[in-house]
């Protein structure tokens, strides 16, 4: 017998491992509960929540298919060792996982126990990738394999099912509106092909719209209960009415892409997890994090609306689009002068879809630390205009400000003393003035970036993590004085 142990691949159909397995015998599907997993800092109970949703779905998917699913509470290799010294299991077969530092060290205490362990792609990531070159050719040829068949299978028949309904975790935030398990994601997937994506690349921008225009797969393809080669193949073989279906189709099929690419680079270098990809970065904020700014912007009380919104947002529902997410990072970066180590773990916390390659190389590049991407300084006040133009999304989330019009609701700190005392008192002004704060982000970084050497590291960055797409990349360079330079794009 041999063990299929689910991880972040909960899903039985294009399930490799699941199919190699019951091709040799009789299989014992598995899924471990690890408490200690569910105790790190970008842990929360929204994501257990989804997790125990997958979970049943998964264990309904294969009790149909012939064999219960198993689950264990426990020290994943404790738990492992004893069924090989009870079950007489031959071998272990699963997915690879691109994790975070402790999925690694759990996955190297595995491996010294000695069972023989097959591990199967699942996504575009290389093992073991030391250079970017050829990368997108692979990605594509994986995309193009056939599907893993779903097998009957065999086994010793059903087992332990130890699920709790809750686990303590850091953040007990328990409200998530997406429900978990292969049938809603799939779910998902139908609608947007077939209802909700014709406008995807004209909302996904704003907060107002995108929650219905994306895709809304991420979740489901951060826990495997949707197979990413499944997904690429679908809407590849999905036929676009007209131009403008064709241009979202396109877009998701980008996206796709690049959801691979970023987990690559925590794949190739761990170290991102916790240290500036740019080496040359890693002493930027040299002060400690202040720990009371941190509180204020995850909480939502800037006292800029739009960032508040967004912030209240997240908090509720565990998710928001891209290009707010992008924008939360940068305020934290550069306007509030924070290091992102502990922003990062916070804003885990918040997604659902918390994806630990997606999130810390986008954490990074937003933070200005990978030194082969611009610098973008989002101000808040004109996002807040040009997303959210008449003020709806502030009202819905920040409700101490829905008397305000849309004249004056993106700043109202700034309205008449008459106006601001009938809408129940002074506003008291936000935590920095945008303008300001972004002005002296640039010149701090700037003043970085001159005291030190930066075109070699960067280099290596872009070698072994860059696109092989055109883009527009910093510029680093010696003056005559044989003074380090960088001509950075704002």
Not at 168 to 179: E, G
Not at 293 to 320: N, Y
Request: glycine residues 6%; proline residues 8%; hydrophobic residues 40%.
């Amino acid at each position: 017998m041999n063990i299929v142990w689910f991880k972040r691949d909960l899903r039985v159909q294009d399930h490799a491992p699941l199919a190699a397995a019951a091709a040799l015998g009789p299989v014992l599907p598995l899924y471990i509960v690890e408490p200690e997993y569910w105790q790190q800092p970008t842990a929360s109970l929204r994501q257990w929540c989804f997790t125990r949703d997958s979970v049943r779905a998964l264990a309904q998917q294969l009790a149909e298919l012939g064999q219960p699913l198993w689950v264990l509470s426990g020290h994943a290799p404790d738990i492992l060792q004893r069924l090989v010294q009870t079950h007489g299991v031959q071998g272990l077969y699963s997915h690879m996982e691109t994790g975070d530092d402790w999925t690694f060290a759990r996955d190297q205490a595995v491996k010294k126990l000695g069972l023989p362990w097959q591990e199967f792609r699942q996504h575009g990531v290389v093992r073991g990738l030391s250079i970017r070159r050829g990368w997108a050719e692979q990605w594509e040829t994986l995309m193009a394999e056939p599907q893993a068949a779903t097998p009957a299978l065999q086994g010793p028949g059903a087992g332990p099912f130890e699920l709790p309904e809750s686990l303590p975790t850091p953040c007990q935030l328990s409200i998530a509106v997406q429900p978990g398990g292969s049938l809603a994601g799939h779910q998902l997937l139908d609608s947007f092909l077939s209802q909700r994506g014709r406008e995807y690349t004209r909302q996904m921008s704003s907060p107002l719209s995108a929650a219905d225009a994306c895709s809304r797969l991420s979740p489901h393809l951060a826990l495997g209960t949707l197979s990413l080669r499944g997904v690429v193949q679908r809407l590849r073989a999905t036929p676009a009415p007209d131009a403008l279906w064709a241009r979202s189709f396109r877009s998701l099929d980008k996206r796709l892409h690049w959801h691979c690419h970023f987990m690559q680079k925590l794949e190739s270098e761990p170290r991102l997890e916790h240290e500036a990809l740019h080496r040359g970065f890693v002493d930027l904020h040299a002060e400690p994090a202040d720990l009371e700014v941190i509180e204020r912007w995850i909480e939502g009380h800037t006292g800029w609306p739009f960032v508040d919104a967004c912030m209240r947002c997240l908090k509720q529902t565990g998710w928001i689009n891209f290009r707010m997410r992008a924008m939360l990072v940068s305020l934290s970066a550069y306007h509030l002068w924070q290091p992102w180590q502990i922003p990062a773990q916070r804003l885990a916390q918040r997604f659902v879809d918390y994806e630990p390659g997606i999130h810390y190389s986008q954490i990074q590049m937003q933070s200005g630390t990978t030194g082969i991407n611009v610098n973008r300084m989002y101000n808040p006040i004109k996002q807040s205009r040009d997303q959210d133009p008449d003020g709806e999304f502030i009202r819905r989330w920040v409700p101490e400000l829905a008397g305000f019009s849309a004249d004056w609701i993106h700043e109202p700190w700034r309205a008449p003393a008459g106006l601001q005392r009938k809408m129940g008192g002074p506003v008291p002004p936000p935590i920095a003035d945008p303008v300001l704060a972004a002005r002296q982000a640039k010149q701090k970084l700037t003043a970085f970036i001159r005291q030190r050497e930066m075109g070699d590291e960067a280099q290596r960055v872009l070698s072994q993590h860059g696109s092989r797409m055109r883009q527009t990349r910093p510029k680093y360079q010696r003056t005559s004085t044989d003074t380090p330079q960088q001509t950075l794009d704002f």
